[in-house]
T-cell receptor
Framework: AQKITQTQPGMFVQEKEAVTLDCTYDTSDPSYGLFWYKQPSSGEMIFLIYQGSYDQQNATEGRYSLNFQKARKSANLVISASQLGDSAMYFCAMRDPWGFQKLVFGTGTRLLVSP | DAGVIQSPRHEVTEMGQEVTLRCKPISGHNSLFWYRQTMMRGLELLIYFNNNVPIDDSGMPEDRFSAKMPNASFSTLKIQPSEPRDSAVYFC??????????????FGPGTRLLVL
């Protein structure tokens, strides 16, 4: 069974600095997808970035990039130039390749950005 | 384009009452997912549908929970009778499933349920 581990319950960063949120995963399937979602205090789940297991390059979306290390089974989210609005919970998730895009989520990391 | 729509946004009810949560997926999406989020258990998948057919309901807690998808644009999650431990945020999400690995689930705003 797939499993996602986020070991950082909370992270603290100053505005304009970069921050890395850790995510490790466990699967025996060669084909899988990894997603990051942001959940601000208002509660909605916002899709940020996706990485496929066969993608040759690390995914990037604006200030978000994914440090994908397949051999280590890690998919860390890097947020560059942090903004106050980045303060939120961040969830890493894995797509079950056999289950019509069923997602398994990690426990999340709470990021606080200070001025 | 409208995103996933859920109603109600907030629901407060008494133990034993029936609760019905509603979801309208993004037009054109053929997969629909119901999740529950609690502090203790995090985000859990309850059930998901593909082309209106339930594919996996193994996450449904017990017989008090039921979900339907009568057509491509509407789904309900019903709890009868409700219990205080059902208090949680319930999310509906949808995606377009065509076999490509990068298809994303888009979440609705959630329904915050409180059972007294």
């Amino acid at each position: 069974a797939q499993k996602i581990t986020q070991t950082q319950p909370g992270m603290f960063v100053q505005e304009k600095e970069a921050v890395t949120l850790d995510c490790t995963y466990d699967t025996s399937d060669p084909s899988y997808g990894l997603f990051w979602y942001k959940q601000p205090s208002s509660g909605e789940m916002i899709f940020l970035i996706y990485q496929g297991s066969y993608d040759q390059q690390n995914a990037t979306e604006g200030r978000y990039s994914l440090n994908f290390q397949k051999a280590r089974k890690s998919a860390n989210l890097v947020i560059s130039a942090s903004q106050l609005g980045d303060s939120a919970m961040y969830f890493c998730a894995m797509r079950d390749p056999w289950g019509f895009q069923k997602l398994v989520f990690g426990t999340g990391t709470r990021l606080l950005v200070s001025p | 384009d409208a995103g996933v729509i859920q109603s109600p946004r907030h629901e407060v009810t008494e133990m034993g009452q029936e609760v019905t949560l509603r979801c309208k997926p993004i037009s054109g999406h053929n997969s629909l997912f119901w999740y529950r989020q609690t502090m203790m258990r995090g985000l859990e998948l309850l059930i998901y549908f593909n082309n209106n057919v339930p594919i996996d309901d193994s996450g449904m807690p017990e017989d008090r929970f039921s979900a339907k998808m009568p057509n491509a644009s509407f789904s309900t999650l019903k709890i009868q009778p409700s219990e205080p431990r059902d208090s949680a945020v319930y999310f509906c999400a949808s995606s377009h499933s065509s076999g490509r690995p990068g298809e994303t689930q888009y979440f609705g705003p959630g329904t915050r349920l409180l059972v007294l």
